[in-house]
């Protein structure tokens, strides 16, 4: 860690450049010694692995890997020219003055709401029929400005308006920005010391402080939300275990914060059998999990791929860092917009179990986009 200050750092990005800040670090990253982009995540893990450990000029790689890797949509890790890191951004980063964004000139969900509710009813009905658990439906909000957009003033106000999670600025293949603020941290390793932090389970927060403690009880109480979690922690466990000596599962679910979600989350720790399996790896092994997927991994991703009308592309992948020792952090890309020059594309999905409320869901993901809303300046959808 540099004695750098965490806001100069976040007053330095760029498009273009890399960003990461987390309740622990701030992290930098700008130019590119070195892009790698492969469409098999583990083979691209291999390729980082070999770059970092060839190049000691180099401290670290960065990047995103997409929901589903493909041509169009690979893995991409950048080795960049500089790299700068500096302790948390808060509590100094909630006194910064907000950013001003300009008013969008257009916003449209896509697909329509109704459309969403009938998805998730699909879903629901099929989930016994394909030997399904658990599957996660997305939809999408357009936005659209008559200037181009600040990705820089948009991670302020993010970095600023969340202290704990995960704020990131990633470029993609294309040009576009992936740009959030994630509860939920896919993967971190840190010596042999490894840590998941998955999220399944939510409720929205109130300005009401009744009623803001009434749903994190009900959350808690909830059933339905913990079936959905059950599924997720278990899948994590399968996926650590060949690569863990241990694992710490505490028995149940914690109640997790954001400024605009509750969540159910669980923290896992293991032990690393093998030192040489890097954070990337790990990220590259766990990915896609239940929390953006769904159970069985295959089955889940293709009931996506028909109730879904768009790409998701780099939303509901992961984005983070790894360094020469294999150490490094991968937030899962959740609470996050894909920026292009003139418009914006928000996310937000849910869990869909047999008990699920289509009604529900579709409320569930008008909470989770006010993460970027309110970073926008703009109501709840
Ligand atoms: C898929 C998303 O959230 C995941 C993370 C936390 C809780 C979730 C849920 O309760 O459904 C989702 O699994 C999203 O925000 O787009």
């Known amino acids: 860690m540099t004695g750098a200050d965490p806001l100069r750092l976040l007053a330095d990005y760029r498009r273009g450049d890399f960003f990461l800040a987390t309740g622990a670090r701030t992290l930098h990253a700008t130019g590119t010694h070195a892009a790698l982009c492969d469409a098999d995540e ?25 929901f589903a890797s493909g041509a169009a949509t690979p893995g991409r890790i950048l080795l960049p020219t500089t790299a700068r890191t500096a302790g948390p951004a808060h509590p100094a980063a909630a006194a910064l003055p907000r950013k001003a964004i300009p008013a969008p000139v257009a916003i449209r969900p896509a697909p329509e709401p109704a459309t969403h509710v009938d998805a998730v009813a699909a879903a629901v009905a099929a989930l016994d029929a394909r030997g399904l ?35 990131f600025a990633a470029e993609l293949p294309g040009g576009a920005t992936l740009v959030g603020s994630s509860p939920e941290l896919l993967l971190s390793r840190h010596g042999t010391t490894v840590v998941s932090h998955p999220h399944a389970g939510s409720a929205p927060r109130s300005a009401d402080p009744v009623t803001d403690e009434e749903n994190a009880r009900r959350l808690l109480a909830s059933r339905k939300d913990h079936a959905e979690h059950a599924v997720l922690t278990e899948a994590i466990v399968a996926a650590l275990r060949p690569y863990c000596r241990h694992l710490a599962v505490p028995e149940k679910p914690d109640l997790v914060a954001t400024p605009t979600m509750w969540h159910l989350g669980t923290t896992i720790t293991g032990e690393l059998a093998d030192r040489d399996v890097t954070a990337l790896h790990l990220a590259a092994a766990l990915h896609p999990t239940p929390a953006i997927c769904g159970t069985p ?10 109730l879904e009308e768009f790409e998701r592309g780099y939303y509901a992948g ?30 937000a999905g849910g869990g869909i179990v047999p008990e699920s409320d289509p009604k529900a869901e579709l409320e569930e993901t008008s909470a989770k986009f006010a ?11």
Request: proline letters at 4%; aromatic letters at 4%.
């Open 133 to 167: 658990r658990k599957v996660v439906l997305a939809r999408a909000l357009d936005i659209e400005f008559d200037t181009p957009v600040c990705e820089a003033a948009l991670l302020h106000n993010l970095v600023k308006d969340n202290a704990r999670g995960y704020t």
């Open 371 to 381: 993460t970027l809303l309110r970073a926008m300046g703009l109501p709840q959808e």
């Open 42 to 66: 583990a083979a691209l893990a291999d390729r980082v692995r070999t770059e970092l450990r060839h190049d000691p000029a180099v401290a670290l790689a960065v990047g995103a890997l997409p």
């Open 297 to 306: 991994t295959a089955s889940a991703r293709e009931l996506v791929t028909e």
């Open 318 to 347: 992961t984005v983070g860092w790894v360094d020469a020792e294999g150490d490094g952090e991968w937030a899962v890309s959740i609470r996050c917009a894909e920026v292009a020059a003139r418009s914006l594309r928000l996310f």
